[in-house]
């Protein structure tokens, strides 16, 4: 069983002016499908095939560089493009706000220690909103690792991601990676971020 370069729920343009069409689409059928193609050499004929990409992640530190990376990439940006809708800014509510508010204080302390791990991490990665049990926590990783990972130093099921390669930003904010950041809190899809806080 191979793994499938999964629909966008919108178009290229969908996120305008946050997210700029040209680089929805080259990430998304250049960056994101490269990711798949590979993922996809990387396993095949190997007992790789056949397991989800969870279990992959899972025991990611016994299986070569290339699923961690592509299988990495293929899972983070599955997540990336569901978690993202125009939103007008709208924040989360119910049971996903209560769980932000009891483990960050606040939405706004939440914000401010996502947008802290998205600016800080050095080169390329991405940052994270992690569910630990009950509680929520902030987290950032390295290239195209994820919580999933059995080797990431925090450990958990991301529900919520943001790219911070400089891919996902570079032709509309050039190295200004902080507003792309508070821009990307334009068009979170809170719906969806509430889903996977469910499970």
């Not at 793994?3 to 700029?20: A, H, R, V």
């Not at 530190?61 to 293929?74: D, E, H, Q, T």
């Not at 220690?113 to 800080?120: D, I, P």
């Not at 979170?188 to 806080?197: G, M, Q, S």
Request: aromatic letters at 14%; charged letters at 20%; one cysteine or more.
């Amino acid at each position: 069983m191979s793994f499938e370069l999964p629909k966008l729920g919108y178009d290229y343009d969908s996120l305008e002016p946050y997210i700029d069409a040209r680089t929805m689409e080259i990430h998304y059928t250049k960056h994101h499908a490269a990711y798949t193609t590979n993922l996809n050499n990387a396993i095949q004929g190997t007992d790789m095939e056949g397991k989800s990409i969870e279990e992959l992640m899972a025991g990611i530190s016994k299986l070569p560089v290339a699923v961690r990376n592509n299988g990495g990439g293929f899972y983070n940006h599955n997540l990336f493009w569901t978690v993202m809708g125009y939103c007008n800014g709208e924040g989360p509510e119910g049971e996903l706000l209560k769980a932000i508010n009891d483990s960050f204080g606040s939405f706004d302390n939440f914000k401010d220690a996502f947008t802290k791990a998205a600016a800080t991490r050095f080169g390329s990665g991405w940052a994270w909103l992690v569910k630990q049990g009950d509680s929520l926590v902030v987290s950032s990783t390295p290239n195209q690792d994820n919580p999933l990972m059995d080797v990431a130093e925090v450990q958990g099921t991301p529900i919520l991601g943001l790219d911070v390669w400089e891919h996902a930003y570079y032709l509309k904010y050039q190295n200004k990676r902080p507003d792309y950041i508070e821009s990307f809190f334009k068009v979170i899809n809170w719906d969806e971020v509430a889903k996977r806080f469910k499970g």
